[in-house]
């Protein structure tokens, strides 16, 4: 499934959760992990499986906590009772897998990733960090006996990705390059790995080492430059960038971050070229509108800069670096009355993103005001009953509306938007996992709200990220997340990757 469907799959809200007591008793638990007492959390656990023998994500716990406590040989009966409640949930069968890596059986581990590899559900990560036992050295010695079979590779690697497991996939994909020196496809896989986890000089020589072998590699021209100009490397950046572009001139992204690099370098004239065109080819993306603005007023054009923050905060009206630009620049342009509306706006949202910032969208939680967490998660349901509805009327259009302008411009138009989510929506499946999925908890950052979802019988789904533009949620899925996405930044108007 494409990063592009993946986010599409979201939760909704849902008023079920623990009874206190079971709640009271894993509190408990998790207080034992977090210090330590593994051997303590494994016995309180086997109480709660016993009074919830038909809890899945109980058992799948008890095995990853029995696993940290030493007793390695009694998880396994945990992970297939997990199993036998839910047969395709992902992450009880990739831990029954890395169970038997332990145990010293690679054919029984085998069995478990090929199923995982063949599985149509979509692999997702865990609950909780405690939910996966560490992994060590056993992934490494698995992964060295598959030979020069590069798809294996390619294929266990994804699994810890998904799972958000990257060492574990840059040990399977760095084995699998040592196997397969000449194979582009793990070399990408590689340097993606490398960017997930900030390691931006093993990123750059692995996408570089890509492009040696394939050219025209989608992305990895992008993935390099990313990785150069993310060490402070911006000329060199620059020249990859303009190469992305002389590669795939109708590409936005390349266009994007070539005025990006531009700017940095303090050639805004330049910049102004390419960001022009990236606006052509995508008009929506109100990233590349900002940088204009930028590159506008940095060439001395301040009446075209004026237009331009104009316009991004038309569009996003709490877009703060906008708010202050466009108000520094009216009062440097002597337009004192609308200088101080604007930046008397900024300051407003600067201080209500401040606020929002301190802490989680729970009520009760000891960093944020209960009264004003509550207030919050009253927002977020409101939003979401409306939103519930239109997807499961397949109300596309009010959908639609409701994402932010740099969202809507990862699509061509709409009528790509919908094709998409008529056909993700149209399974019946997603629409199970819609009609019965909660947010679990969430926390705020700035204007961002990040809300993590499951469906009613626990398995996790994509986090969803919500932004609020004036007096609006928006669902903003131009947010990424991952390093190794940066082909979406600003929003594309050519096919998701």
Not at 4 to 12: C, P, W
Not at 304 to 323: G, T
Not at 403 to 429: C, E, H, K, M, W
Not at 459 to 476: N, S, T
Request: aromatic residues 8%; charged residues 25%; hydrophobic residues 40%.
């Amino acid at each position: 499934m494409s990063p592009l469907l993946s986010v599409l799959i979201l939760g909704v809200l849902g008023a079920t959760g623990f009874a206190q007591t079971k709640e009271g008793r894993l509190a408990e638990v998790y207080s034992l992990l977090r210090s330590e007492s593994y051997a303590e959390a494994a016995r309180s656990l086997e109480i709660l499986v016993q009074t919830n023998p038909s809890d899945a994500s109980l058992q799948n716990l008890l095995g990853a906590t029995r696993e940290r406590a030493g007793e390695t040989t009694r998880a396994p009966s945990c992970y297939l009772r997990a199993l036998q409640l839910r047969p395709e949930w992902s992450t009880a069968r990739l831990n029954l897998a890395l169970s038997y890596l332990r145990l010293g059986q690679p054919s029984a581990a085998s069995g478990q990733f090929a199923h995982l590899v063949r599985s149509a559900t979509p692999a997702t990560p865990a609950l909780s960090f405690y939910h996966q036992a560490p992994i060590g050295d056993e992934v490494e010695q698995f992964a060295r006996t598959l030979g020069s079979k590069q798809y294996e590779y390619l294929s266990l690697g994804g699994i810890f990705l998904v799972h958000e497991l990257p060492e574990a996939a840059s040990v399977v994909f760095s084995a699998g390059v040592q196997a397969n020196p000449a194979s582009p496809l793990l070399q990408d896989a590689l340097g993606r790995t490398w960017l997930k986890m900030k390691r931006f000089r093993e990123a750059e020589a692995a996408f570089a080492r890509t492009l040696e072998l394939q050219p025209n590699a989608e992305g990895a021209c992008l993935h390099l430059g990313y990785a150069q100009a993310s060490q402070g490397r911006v000329e060199p950046a620059r020249k990859t960038y303009a190469e992305c572009v002389r590669q795939d001139p109708d590409d936005y992204a390349g266009h994007y971050f070539l005025g990006s690099t531009l700017l940095d370098l303090d050639r805004p004239q330049e910049a102004i070229t390419e960001l022009e065109e990236a606006l052509r080819l995508n008009p929506r993306s109100v990233n590349s509108q900002f940088l204009m603005a930028k590159g506008y007023a940095a060439a001395g054009r301040e009446r075209d800069a004026l237009a331009a923050f104009r316009a991004v905060v038309d569009r996003e009206p709490d877009h703060e670096a906008a708010l202050f630009r466009l108000g520094t620049l009216y009062r440097k342009l002597g337009h004192s009355e609308e200088a101080r509306k604007i930046l008397d706006r900024f300051q407003k949202v600067k201080a209500f993103d401040r606020q929002r910032s301190r802490g989680a969208l729970l009520p009760g939680s000891d960093r944020v005001d209960p009264k004003e967490s509550s207030e919050i998660a009253r927002t977020v349901n409101q939003f979401y009953v409306r939103y519930k509805q239109a997807l499961l009327e397949e109300r596309y259009g009010e959908i639609w509306d409701l994402l932010t302008p740099s969202s809507q411009a990862l699509y061509v138009d709409f009528r790509s938007y919908r094709a998409i989510a008529s056909s993700v929506y149209g399974n019946s499946r997603i629409r199970q996992q819609i009609a019965g999925s909660r947010i679990r908890d969430g926390n705020t950052l700035g204007k961002r709200i990040f809300c993590r979802l499951v469906t009613s019988w626990g398995e996790p789904l994509p986090l969803l990220v919500l932004v609020r533009q004036g007096d609006e949620l928006k669902i903003d899925h131009d947010f990424d997340l991952s390093l190794a996405g940066v082909r979406t930044l600003g929003g594309r108007s050519s096919n998701a990757p």
